[in-house]
């Protein structure tokens, strides 16, 4: 199975500032199709999965152009260029490469210091 | 606009069932994969199962295969999960997600519970 790590677990940022947040996966995710299906989910508290980024970097509709997403093979990153109090929560990447067996990072949690 | 709505979820005793279903409107449903995710209360995402279309493939995560069985009904738009056998460690919220190559939407998830 792919594992996905993510980091840091914890991020505490202050409002305004950037945030950026890793993750690695054990197996490339280039699909034989040449896309790379890796995508970012925030889970504000108290709320279902959203998801923000879908294959490395194309934001889904109605995202702030803050978030934006990177990476390729293995390693990949999520951006906020400025965060504000409504990104707090939880960020998930997750692999869909190696299909049906989706497999999500552990969460990094997302606090205002 | 895509609308996931999950229901069936409650209290269940150990080696007990439930069945959970998920209500989808604003699209083709039966263009689309769909998909049931789960998040133990505290903890991170699972991906449980896994069903194509026409209903022709499914697929489950290990810790589920053999006790849960994936579904749908084009007809109702509902994809549904049917769960035996049902341990402790299956207490969750569950969400139904589309499966677009990547999980696109969510519903609001129903909560199971296993506990005598």
């Known amino acids: 199975d792919v594992v996905m790590t993510q980091s840091p677990l914890s991020l505490p940022v202050t409002l305004g500032q950037p945030a950026s947040i890793s993750c690695r996966s054990s197996q490339s995710l280039v699909y034989s199709d040449g896309n790379t299906y890796l995508s970012w989910f925030q889970q504000r508290p108290g709320q279902s999965p959203r998801r923000l980024i879908y294959?490395?970097?194309n934001r889904d509709s109605g995202v702030p152009d803050r978030f934006s997403g990177s990476g390729s093979g293995t390693d990949f990153t999520l951006k906020i260029s400025r965060v504000e109090a409504e990104d707090v929560g939880v960020y998930y990447c997750?692999?869909?490469?190696?299909?049906?067996?989706?497999?999500f990072g552990q969460g990094t949690k997302l606090e205002i210091k | 606009q895509v609308q996931l709505v999950e229901s069936g979820g409650g209290l269940v005793k150990p080696g007990g069932s439930l069945r959970l279903s998920c209500a989808a409107s604003g699209f083709t449903f039966s263009d689309y994969y769909m998909s049931w995710i789960r998040q133990a209360p505290g903890k991170g995402l699972e991906w449980v199962s896994y069903i194509s279309g026409d209903s022709t493939n499914t697929y489950y995560a290990d810790s589920v295969k053999g006790r849960f069985t994936i579904s749908r009904d084009n007809a109702k738009n509902s994809v549904y999960l049917q769960m035996n056998s049902l341990r402790a460690e299956d207490t969750a919220m569950y969400y139904c997600a589309r499966a677009a190559g990547e999980l696109d939407y969510w519903g609001q998830g129903t909560l199971v519970t296993v506990s005598s």
């Open positions: 997750m692999q869909g490469t190696h299909w049906p067996q989706y497999t």
């Open positions: 294959k490395v970097s």
